[in-house]
Structures are given as C-alpha cells and as structure tokens.
C-alpha cells in the first residue's frame, strides 16, 4: 500500500519562507517521479505545483518558478518543497504525489497539508 505524508504546512507571513516534507513508502519512492500540487478552494482544480523524477529532472509551475524548489532525498524517501518569497494567492492545501509529470491521477496522494501566507 503506496503512502504518503506531508508535513510541515502552516502560516506565514507574505515574503516568508516554508519547506514542506512527503515521505513515502520505499518501493514508490525509488522508482516514481514525486511532486507537489495544491487545491486554493474545494472544487476548484488542482495545480502542478512541482515534479521531480526519479533522475532528478525537475518541472514547475509558471507561478512559483524562481520562488519554490523541489528536491527528494533517496535515504529519507522524502521530497521537499522549499518555498521562498510566498504571496497570499500561494494559499492553498498541498498535496503529494506519486505520478508522473501530466499524469498525477495515475499515482497516489497524500492527505494534504494547508498552507496560509497571511499578514
């Protein structure tokens, strides 16, 4: 059974700093792209935030490049989102996943941790 589990959401100031953790069973973590991907309200779409894969390529969204880095760490099973200079439109609940880039519905998801950037 594939799961994962983030941590490390929470509320910060505009111009703030977070680093979010996925730490995943071993057998998926090895051999499966990882990214992170977040929900500002439900019914609304999730968005590609970032994708690595299990050589290391890495893929962002449009909003959070320059800003957000996405690194996975093979003796952890972890990936980590770091996220610097947040904006109060980066509110949102993350999730982790285990599909390739463009094909997330294909793996598996976290739970989900929320994200406020709030004055």
């Known amino acids: 059974q594939v799961q994962l589990v983030e941590s490390g959401g929470g509320l910060v100031q505009p111009g703030g700093s977070l680093r979010l953790s996925c730490v995943a069973s071993?057998?998926?973590?090895?051999?499966?792209?990882m990214g992170w991907y977040r929900q500002a309200a439900p019914g609304q779409q999730r968005e590609m935030v970032a994708?690595?894969?299990?050589?290391?390529?890495?893929y962002y969204g449009d909003s959070v490049k320059g800003r957000f880095t996405i690194s996975r760490d093979y003796a952890k099973n972890t990936v980590y989102l770091q996220m610097s200079n947040l904006k109060p439109e980066d509110t949102a609940i993350y999730y982790c996943?285990?599909?390739?880039?463009?094909?997330?519905?294909?793996?598996?998801w976290g739970q989900g941790t929320q994200v406020t950037v709030s004055l």
């Open positions: 071993k057998s998926i973590f090895t051999h499966n792209s």
């Open positions: 996943n285990s599909g390739n880039y463009g094909s997330p519905d294909a793996g598996s």
């Open positions: 994708v690595i894969t299990s050589g290391g390529s890495t």
